[in-house]
C-alpha cells in the first residue's frame, strides 16, 4: 500500500531523514496555523495516491497572505479524477541542488536495488533512459543490515557527504517499514543541508498487518469487499463477467476473451479452496455488475472441489446466463448437479468463452 | 526428477494444521501408490510427540532429522512464520524446500532465500503448488489424477494454469516428465533458469514448456538458457497496465514486465509462444 506524502514523511523524519517544516492540514482554514513557518512563501501539495501530482497542478507555492484562497482552489479541484481530502503546508525550500533516490526490491537478485543520480525532479526517467550511467545502481543482499561504506562512496560520487546518511537511513526505513519501495525525489540540497522534499513509501501488502496498518487504502471498496471474502476483484470495462481460480488461470480466460475480440467486465479469482458459500459470493457480486449480460465460471479443482463450487453457482441464483467449465476434484458430481438445474456446461476454456461471446447484451 | 525421485524422504513443516494435514495425507497416498517413501515426520513447534495421518511430529526440524532420513521439506507455515521456518530447515541440513504458503512478506523471503543459499538449501515457491515427477514423487498441493508420466518438463508461475496446461496434455497423450510450479510472488528462490538447468540434465525430458505471467523479466532470462526445445505461454496480455511504482519500478525494469513486450522478446529469441494455452499440446507435438 501506497502512504501518502505526510505518511512518509513522518516516518523519514522519525529515522532521521531532515524533511521541510510543516503539517497536514483538512479544512482550507486550517492553514492558518502554518503560517508562522520561515519565509514569506508556503507550500500547498495535495495529498493524494497517484502519480504525477505536480504536472496535474496540485503543487501551489504560494505568498502566506493567499495561501488560505490558495487552499481553498486547491480543496475544490480533483487530481485524475481523485478528490483533495488533505494538503500538507510546508515552508518554501530555497533549493540549491536536486537529487534523486530510491531503494526498491530487485526482483532478479532478490535483494535491495538502491538508485542515485545527481539531479533529480520530475524528469528522473527521462534522464535515466538518456543517460543511464547518470543514475548509480547497486545491489545489496538483505543479509547486510546496512549500507557497506564502499557502496555509498560508490553512489554518492562527488556529492556532498550529508547523502551517505540519508541513503543509510533511507535503507534502514526500507528494511523497518517492509517496504517494496522507498523513494525520495528529489533529495534538496539547501542552505541548511540535505531535506527530503518529496517522499514516497509503498508498504508490502503481505506486511500490512505488522506494520499495524488495519485497512488497504489501495483497494476499491468492492475489492476490499473480495479481499475479505478470500478472494480478489478487480473492475473492468467490458460485458463478460468472469469467474476462474488462481490468478494465473483467470488472466488466461481474460486474455482468451480479448483473443476472440470480446471484452470481460472483471476479474474474479476465487482463491485455492473456495467452498459453496465464497462461490455463491463470488457469482452474486460479479452479477451486480449492470454491465455484466453473462457469466464465465473456468475452475479446475485442484484443492477446489468441483461439487461445491456447483452448489455455489446454484445457491447465488443469479438472473444472467452462466455458462460454465469444470474440471477436476469432484467433477462427476460438480457437473451432475449443475445438469440438473440445467446449467450450461462445456468441456475446456475455448469453448465456454467462445459460447459467451455469442450472447447478446 | 529434477528434485527427487520416489526414494526421496520428506519433512512436511506446519504439518498439524488444516492445509499441512489434508496434503500430507495426499502426498503419502501418491508415494503409496507408487511405491515411494513420501512424509516420513512432520514439524509443528509445541506439537512434538503427536501423529498426523500416521507420522510422527516433531517440535523442531533437527529432532525430525535425528530420528528420520529426509532430504526436502514442503511448507505450510502460515506467512508471518514461514521465512523463518525456511531458515530452520536449511540451518538443520534440509537441501529442498517447497514453500507452498502464500502471503510471506517479501523481506521475510528475501531474507530466508539469501540465508538457504548459505547452507546450499535451494528454495521453490514461495506461494507455489510445487513439484510433481509423475510415477515417481509429490511435493505439495499438485491434483496428481491430472498427470501422467512422459518426456514434457513443465515449469509455471502459476498454480491452476499448470493444471490446465497438464490436464491439456494429459488428454493428448502427451506426458510429463517433472513438473515445477515456481510461485507466483515478486521474489522467488527458483527461477525458470535455475529449474531450466535441472531439466538440461534431465535424459527423461526431451521438451519444455515455459507459462508465465506478467512481471519481470525471468522468463526471458530463463528461456534465453536453454537448448532444449520450448513453448511458451505467457497470460496477462489483457491485464490493465500494472499500479506504477515510483519512478523508480521505471528505472530499473524500463520496458519490461508487461506481457505483450514479453512475448515480444521470446519471439525476438526465437521461441514459440502460444497464443492460447490450447495450442501447446500442437506445438509440443512438433518437438517430440
Known amino acids: ?361 | 526428477m529434477i528434485y527427487g525421485d520416489r526414494k526421496t524422504g520428506v519433512i512436511v513443516q506446519g504439518a498439524t494444521g488444516q492445509q499441512g494435514a489434508f496434503h500430507l495425507k495426499l502426498m503419502n497416498e501418491y508415494a503409496k501408490e507408487v511405491g515411494g517413501t513420501g512424509v516420513v515426520a512432520g514439524v509443528t513447534p509445541g506439537k512434538g510427540g503427536q501423529e498426523v495421518h500416521g507420522i510422527p511430529v516433531y517440535d523442531s526440524v533437527r529432532d525430525a532429522l535425528l530420528e528420520h532420513d529426509a532430504t526436502t521439506a514442503v511448507l505450510f507455515v502460515p506467512g508471518g512464520a514461514a521465512g523463518d521456518s525456511i531458515m530452520e530447515e536449511a540451518e538443520a541440513g534440509v537441501e529442498l524446500v517447497v514453500a507452498i504458503t502464500e502471503h510471506i512478506p517479501v523481506h521475510d523471503t528475501m531474507r530466508a532465500i539469501a540465508y538457504a543459499k548459505l547452507h546450499g538449501c535451494a528454495v521453490i515457491g514461495p506461494n507455489c503448488p510445487g513439484v510433481l515427477s509423475p510415477g515417481e514423487l509429490k511435493l505439495g498441493i499438485m491434483p496428481s489424477s491430472l498427470f501422467s508420466r512422459g518426456h514434457v518438463g513443465v515449469i509455471s508461475r502459476s498454480g491452476t494454469l499448470t493444471y490446465e496446461v497438464v490436464d491439456e496434455l494429459t488428454r493428448r497423450g502427451i506426458g510429463q516428465s517433472t513438473v515445477v510450479g515456481i510461485g507466483g510472488d515478486p521474489v522467488i528462490g527458483q527461477t525458470f533458469s535455475d529449474v531450466l538447468a535441472r531439466f538440461e540434465e534431465d535424459p527423461a525430458t526431451k521438451a519444455m514448456v515455459l507459462i508465465g505471467e506478467v512481471g519481470g523479466n525471468l522468463e526471458e532470462e530463463g528461456a534465453g538458457s536453454t537448448d532444449l526445445p520450448l513453448v511458451a505461454y505467457i497470460a496477462g496480455v489483457s491485464a490493465p497496465p500494472e499500479k506504477r511504482m515510483g519512478h523508480a519500478g521505471a528505472i530499473a525494469e524500463g520496458g519490461e514486465g508487461d506481457a505483450k513486450g514479453k512475448i515480444r522478446r521470446l519471439r525476438g529469441l526465437g521461441i514459440r509462444v502460444a497464443d492460447r494455452v490450447s495450442e501447446i499440446p500442437d506445438i509440443v507435438t512438433d518437438f517430440l
Open chain 1, 1 to 361: 500500500m501506497k502512504l501518502l506524502e505526510y505518511e512518509a514523511k513522518e516516518i523519514f523524519a522519525r529515522s532521521g531523514i531532515p524533511t521541510p517544516q510543516g503539517g497536514v492540514v483538512r479544512v482550507p482554514e486550517e492553514v492558518e496555523k502554518w503560517l508562522n513557518l520561515p519565509g514569506d512563501r508556503v507550500v500547498l501539495k495535495a495529498q493524494v495516491e497517484v502519480g504525477g501530482r505536480g504536472k496535474a497542478g496540485g503543487v501551489v507555492i504560494t505568498e502566506k497572505s493567499e495561501a488560505v484562497l490558495k487552499a481553498r482552489d486547491l480543496f475544490s479541484k480533483t487530481i485524475k479524477g481523485i478528490a483533495i481530502r488533505e494538503v500538507l503546508v510546508e515552508e518554501f525550500l530555497p533549493i540549491q541542488k536536486e537529487f534523486y533516490l530510491a531503494i526498491t526490491v530487485d526482483r532478479s537478485s532478490k535483494g535491495a536495488l538502491l538508485l542515485f543520480a545527481e539531479s533529480g525532479g520530475a524528469d528522473i526517467e527521462d534522464l535515466a533512459e538518456r543517460d543511464p550511467r547518470a543514475v548509480r545502481r547497486t545491489l545489496l543482499s538483505p543479509l547486510v543490515p546496512e549500507v557497506p561504506q564502499f557502496m555509498l562512496r560508490y553512489l554518492t560520487g562527488k556529492a556532498p557527504k550529508e547523502v551517505g546518511q540519508v541513503i543509510q537511513a533511507l535503507y534502514r526505513v526500507f528494511r523497518e517499514k517492509d517496504a517494496i519501495l522507498a523513494e525520495i525525489n528529489p533529495l534538496a540540497s539547501t542552505a541548511r543541508g540535505m531535506v527530503a522534499a518529496d517522499a514516497k513509501l509503498i508498504v508490502d501488502d503481505n506486511a500490512l498487518k505488522r506494520q499495524g496498518i488495519a485497512v488497504n487504502r489501495d483497494l476499491s471498496m468492492r475489492e476490499r469487499v473480495a479481499e475479505e471474502n478470500g478472494f480478489s476483484y478487480v473492475d473492468l470495462a467490458g460485458t463478460i463477467g468472469v469467474i476462474g481460480n488462481g490468478a494465473g488461470l483467470t488472466m488466461a480466460t481474460l486474455d482468451l476473451i480479448e483473443y476472440y475480440k470480446g471484452s470481460a467486465a472483471n476479474f474474479l479469482d476465487v482463491g485455492g479452496g473456495a467452498g459453496e458459500e465464497r462461490v455463491k459470493l463470488a457469482v452474486q457480486l460479479v452479477a451486480e455488475n449492470p454491465s455484466v449480460n453473462v457469466i464465465v465460471v473456468n475452475l479446475l479443482g485442484g484443492i477446489t472441489r468441483c461439487d461445491e463450487v456447483a452448489r455455489g453457482i446454484i445457491s447465488a441464483g443469479v438472473s444472467q446466463r452462466v455458462i460454465v467449465r469444470l474440471a477436476g476434484t469432484n467433477e462427476e458430481e460438480g457437473r451432475r448437479l449443475l445438469a440438473e438445474r440445467g446449467y450450461e456446461m462445456l468441456g475446456n476454456m475455448d469453448e465456454v468463452v467462445r459460447a459467451a461471446l455469442e450472447v447478446k447484451g
